[in-house]
């Protein structure tokens, strides 16, 4: 009797092992997984901030304008903008 209950621990022992292990397996699978899509999500996010940051520099907003608008603005003096009365 004795030799039946430590041979179905060694089983029962040999068996949970195998379950936690496999269970960790998985675990580990998932968490590189999840890994692997935050570095995708953070270069993803480096190259959008740096495209943001090259895109409205002062300096490539005017060859923007340049180029897309051309003489479509013109400069005005402050002096020459009027009042508009919306009572009249």
Same mark, same amino acid.
């Given at each position: 009797? @004795? *030799?039946?209950?430590?041979?179905? +621990?060694? %089983? ?7 379950? %936690? *292990?496999? +269970?960790? #397996?998985?675990? &580990? ?5 999840? =890994? &692997? &899509? %935050? @570095?995708?999500? =953070? =270069?993803?996010? $480096? ?5 943001? /940051?090259?895109?409205?520099?002062? &300096? #490539? ?9 051309? $003489?479509?603005?013109?400069?005005? $003096?402050?002096? /020459?903008? *009027? @009042?508009? $009365?919306?009572? =009249?």
């Amino acid at each position: 009797m @004795k *030799k039946y209950i430590i041979f179905f +621990s060694i %089983v029962s022992l040999i068996v949970t092992t195998s379950i %936690v *292990k496999s +269970s960790t #397996r998985q675990l &580990e699978k998932n968490i590189f997984i999840l =890994e &692997e &899509e %935050v @570095k995708i999500l =953070e =270069e993803k996010f $480096d190259f959008l901030l740096l495209e943001n /940051d090259y895109l409205t520099t002062p &300096e #490539r907003l005017i060859g923007l304008k340049e180029k897309m608008f051309k $003489d479509k603005f013109i400069p005005i $003096d402050p002096k /020459d903008i *009027k @009042k508009l $009365d919306t009572n =009249e």
